[in-house]
């Protein structure tokens, strides 16, 4: 085994290139037995293993600094950088994260998950090199459709003039997550039918050197390769064609299916196709059966659509009414607000984590201009996550973007009523924030635009009332019912929107309570609960607010997570029983 003999990237340079071939299979068959334990991305670090042990057999790290884009491809970097038993041990699997981490190794630049940011973080790097005066090489591996990001084109823009070293390993495997689209990729393909010798290249054109290898898993070829490119003295463009999924049949043949595996962790969804009964397979049945009836509707993703239910099925049947834009959230916010101003009715289906990316198109593209887009954002709450890709931060996000309507439903009923409405209205923007847990409702009642900014009451009762918002309302209920084996019998209202408060029901309150709560899936800081604390804040109304901490947790267990937060049954009566039992007592002895 050569594997057990690597703790650093010095170990490998006293091997044969034939023991670092021998070395691969041994790592790709440790990925493949750790990832079917406690899941990850697969099919990009499979294809990218020879490429890694190459670029650590020629360079110097960390002295050489490797940054790897959205970095679900640096699980051999990892092994290959002194964290080999957390892919080899079973016991040590979860000591590591799925991405680059500094924290874990000094070899780890940057703590990377989201997309297109390699390329400009990188090049800081080089630029502070050059201030220094030193002489490290820099490289950038990008690759998984990270090159059709609008910070990819930034950071190319700006690198192509930087006139020292500068290495960009775009590892080619002809996939992002699901399958790419755009004009870059059929001029990707064009070089590599050529060899990259097609006189129309892009890189070129742009100032860049260029170098490409068809041959990218073969690393006899690859260390001859970098060791070509080792400190050159401009920037370069190292182009190379790999298999994404190599040595795993299933990953190479489903190349989609195959980048990533969610056996062992934490999923709040069910496993798409395998159960009717979740909100991706009810949101793509019901976007079909829409789609079928009206031609002006437009389904858009963003290079994520099998995560949201929207199979190769749902794409073929919706034709030219689905567009999956890529690694490219800025564009498809625009690209929708410019679809509805011209009379179509787009329906953005996005990850909570990735709206982030979006910020300034919210607010100027869809806020600002009024543009009625449809944006649905799943994957929205408090659950274990890489720190990298928290879904906790989409409420207070948008719920302070003026223009936007924002909507949690809490049952499947509702959640339709409000698409239903939000497709056909013409007002303005509305995001509706997908609940995770399928609970039904006995009736499903029109929703509208008067609904959207109104709370509505589920249970009248007295001294407390309970404001559980969106997937915090099974949670909401669960408290009215521990309340009420002490006597206490809670009022349970339905917040619904959370992008501003309904004043006419929140002054109500004031007659026969003493205690507002208000439970949010998202965090506390800017979010919905906050809202509900200012309007209170000159009475004499109590107000507890339950949600996230301002963290950014790191794979925390979900019990550990909400005992963090207090957000279990037990903390939440507690602190209400702490703060409404003594003013009942003042009330009843005065």
């Not at 493949?32 to 490429?51: F, K, M, W």
């Not at 050489?64 to 957390?86: M, N």
């Not at 490119?229 to 795993?248: D, M, N, S």
């Amino acid at each position: 085994m050569y594997l057990d003999k690597i703790n650093s990237p010095d170990d490998l340079k006293s091997l044969s290139v034939e023991e670092l071939d021998c070395l691969a299979e041994e790592i790709r068959t440790s990925l493949l037995d750790r990832t079917h334990e406690v899941g990850g991305h697969i099919g990009s670090n499979l294809g990218i293993v020879e490429a890694t042990i190459a670029l650590h057999y020629v360079f110097n790290s960390p002295i050489d600094k490797i940054v790897f884009d959205v970095s679900h491809q640096c699980y051999t970097h990892k092994i290959l950088t002194g964290r080999r038993e957390a892919f080899t041990v079973p016991e040590r699997y979860k000591d590591v994260s799925g991405f680059t981490n500094p924290k874990e190794s000094k070899h780890d630049i940057f703590k990377v998950g989201h997309t297109s940011t390699g390329v400009s973080l990188a090049l800081g790097l080089a630029k502070a090199r050059d201030l220094r005066g030193d002489k490290e090489n820099i490289i950038a591996v990008v690759g998984d459709g990270a090159i059709c990001g609008g910070e990819a084109f930034e950071g190319l823009n700006n690198a192509s003039m930087l006139n020292s070293n500068f290495i960009i390993l775009f590892n080619d495997n002809e996939m992002s997550i699901a399958n790419n689209y755009g004009g870059m990729y059929r001029h990707f393909r064009k070089l590599r039918e050529t060899q990259g010798k097609c006189s129309n290249n892009f890189f070129k054109l742009m100032g860049f050197d260029y170098l490409y290898l068809e041959e990218g898993n073969n690393i006899g070829k690859l260390i001859e390769l970098f060791e070509s490119v080792k400190g050159h003295e401009r920037p370069i463009v190292v182009h190379i064609h790999t298999q994404k999924g190599k040595g795993w049949p299933y990953a190479e043949n489903n190349k989609e299916a195959g980048h990533n595996i969610k056996v062992g962790g934490y999923n709040p969804y069910c496993e798409v196709g395998q159960r009717q009964e979740c909100y991706e397979n009810l949101t793509r049945e019901y976007l079909l059966d829409k789609l079928a009836k009206d031609s002006s509707i437009m389904v858009v993703n963003c290079a994520t659509p099998a995560s949201q239910g929207l199979t190769f099925e749902f794409r073929d049947k919706a034709g030219k009414q689905f567009l999956d834009v890529g690694i490219a959230e800025e564009h498809a916010v625009a690209y929708c607000s410019g679809i509805a101003k011209n009379g179509g009715k787009p329906v953005l289906v996005i990850q909570g984590t990735f709206m982030q990316r979006t910020y300034d198109q919210l607010m100027q593209d869809l806020g600002l201009n009024e543009t009625a887009v449809t944006v649905l954002v799943f994957a929205g709450g408090l659950y274990p996550s890489e720190t990298t890709h928290s879904g906790a931060f989409d409420i207070s996000m948008v719920c302070n973007i003026p223009g936007l309507t924002c909507l949690a439903p809490t049952n499947v009923e509702e959640y339709f009523s409000m698409l239903d409405w939000a497709i056909e209205q013409e007002e303005g923007p509305v995001v509706i924030r997908v609940p995770m847990v399928v609970r039904h409702a006995n009736s499903k009642e029109s929703f509208s635009s008067e609904k959207a900014k109104k709370y509505e009451l589920l249970r009248k009762g007295k001294d407390v009332a309970i404001l559980g918002l969106g997937n915090f309302a099974l949670l909401a209920e669960k408290v009215e019912k521990r309340l009420a084996s002490e006597g206490i019998k809670a009022t349970m209202v339905n917040p619904r929107f959370y992008a501003g408060i309904d004043k006419d029901f929140l002054e109500s309150l004031k007659d026969e309570h003493r205690l507002v709560v208000t439970l949010e899936d998202g965090m506390l800081s800017g979010g919905f609960g906050e809202k509900i604390a200012r309007f209170y804040g000159n009475s004499d109304m109590k107000v507890l607010n339950f949600g996230g901490d301002k963290e950014i947790y790191d794979r925390v267990p979900q019990d550990e997570l909400y005992a963090r937060c207090r957000l279990n049954v037990e903390n939440i009566v507690s602190d209400i029983k702490a703060i409404l039992l003594p003013v009942l007592k003042l009330v009843s002895n005065a």
